[in-house]
């Protein structure tokens, strides 16, 4: 009976072994048949779509588009690294690389200087290409929640940039964002959740006239320039939650706070009389309580 039963499961272990087989050859099948899909509407279409498709690194096809090229949306995968090749798809407007596995850029990144979006938000780098000012076009920059400790001075060349978040990072100093003063189209800049981030706002965003939120929440940061407060005639958000080295009572006897916050109120009496419900935290000016 014991010979019988060996027997049995010895082809019942050969048949799991073939179901297993047949299973991953059909899955791989599967999968080279929708990349080729894939492939034949990008160039098509000049648009990727390789969104949470399990990669290590971005399918050939994607950069034998070359020109034809105008959206990648490759994130939400387990990307390493991306080939030099990807400085041929010269006319990209917008890059998707979030939720990836990324440490650096390749050096010819910087030739995709039609990108007007570029979200690189949830990887591991560890810096931006010193050359980053090439992308001229750039109207969006998501580097939030990566390793990064400063940025390099050239990003003030991208005139055109409205949104930059660098959240989450492990950036040291708000000066290193002196440059973004020249950056006179930006609308919104997020550094919060850089702990270690000390200095004040600099003076250069002065010049940011269409800058509408600051955002600086848990960080080191110590005051704001008044510059800010009398120049940035658009700004009305500035978030400094979580901030321990601000003093309200110091920050709101700087020059030009008084006008600041006439907009933020000014603001708010809008969305109260266009009846939008907010709760009680979002009618502060998000600054930490009174020391």
């Given at each position: 009976?014991?010979?019988?039963?060996?027997?049995?499961?010895?082809?019942?272990?050969?048949?799991?072994?073939?179901?297993?087989?047949?299973?991953?050859?059909?899955?791989?099948?599967?999968?080279?048949?929708?990349?080729?899909?894939?492939?034949?509407?990008?160039?098509?279409?000049?648009?990727?779509?390789?969104?949470?498709?399990?990669?290590?690194?971005?399918?050939?096809?994607?950069?034998?588009?070359?020109?034809?090229?105008?959206?990648?949306d490759a994130g939400a995968n387990g990307i390493e690294r991306i080939d030099d090749?990807?400085?041929?798809?010269?006319?990209?407007?917008?890059?998707?690389?979030?939720?990836?596995?990324?440490t650096a850029l390749p050096r010819t990144f910087t030739n995709l200087v039609t990108?007007?979006?570029?979200?690189?938000?949830?990887?591991?780098?560890?810096?931006?290409?010193?050359?980053?000012?090439?992308?001229?076009?750039?109207?969006?920059?998501?580097?939030?929640?990566?390793?990064?400790?400063?940025?390099?001075?050239?990003?003030?060349?991208?005139?055109?940039?409205?949104?930059?978040?660098?959240?989450?990072?492990?950036?040291?100093?708000?000066?290193?964002?002196?440059?973004?003063?020249?950056?006179?189209?930006?609308?919104?800049?997020?550094?919060?959740?850089?702990?270690?981030?000390?200095?004040?706002?600099?003076?250069?965003?002065?010049?940011?006239?269409?800058?509408?939120?600051?955002?600086?929440?848990?960080?080191?940061?110590?005051?704001?320039?008044?510059?800010?407060?009398?120049?940035?005639?658009?700004?009305?958000?500035?978030?400094?939650r979580q901030c321990p080295r601000i003093d309200k009572a110091t920050l709101k006897?700087?020059?030009?706070?008084?006008?600041?916050?006439?907009?933020?109120?000014?603001?708010?009496?809008?969305?109260?009389?266009?009846?939008?419900?907010?709760?009680?935290?979002?009618?502060?000016?998000?600054?930490?309580?009174?020391?």
């Amino acid at each position: 009976m014991d010979f019988f039963n060996a027997v049995g499961e010895y082809f019942e272990s050969i048949g799991a072994d073939i179901h297993a087989s047949y299973d991953s050859m059909w899955r791989s099948r599967n999968r080279a048949n929708s990349e080729d899909k894939r492939a034949k509407s990008a160039s098509a279409t000049g648009i990727v779509t390789e969104r949470d498709a399990a990669l290590r690194e971005l399918p050939r096809y994607v950069y034998e588009l070359g020109a034809r090229a105008r959206v990648l949306d490759a994130g939400a995968n387990g990307i390493e690294r991306i080939d030099d090749a990807i400085g041929t798809l010269s006319m990209l407007k917008t890059v998707r690389l979030d939720a990836n596995a990324l440490t650096a850029l390749p050096r010819t990144f910087t030739n995709l200087v039609t990108i007007r979006t570029l979200v690189l938000r949830g990887n591991a780098l560890k810096e931006l290409p010193n050359d980053i000012g090439n992308l001229i076009a750039l109207e969006e920059l998501d580097v939030s929640d990566n390793a990064l400790t400063s940025v390099p001075k050239s990003l003030g060349a991208c005139l055109k940039l409205r949104r930059f978040n660098a959240s989450a990072n492990a950036l040291s100093t708000v000066e290193d964002f002196e440059c973004l003063g020249t950056c006179v189209e930006l609308e919104e800049i997020v550094l919060s959740k850089n702990k270690d981030m000390e200095g004040c706002l600099p003076v250069s965003w002065g010049c940011l006239v269409k800058l509408k939120e600051i955002d600086v929440d848990g960080t080191n940061v110590e005051g704001v320039s008044k510059e800010i407060f009398i120049a940035c005639d658009a700004l009305q958000t500035l978030s400094m939650r979580q901030c321990p080295r601000i003093d309200k009572a110091t920050l709101k006897a700087t020059e030009g706070f008084d006008v600041y916050e006439a907009k933020r109120q000014n603001k708010h009496d809008k969305q109260l009389l266009s009846r939008v419900l907010m709760d009680e935290s979002r009618l502060d000016e998000r600054l930490p309580p009174n020391r």
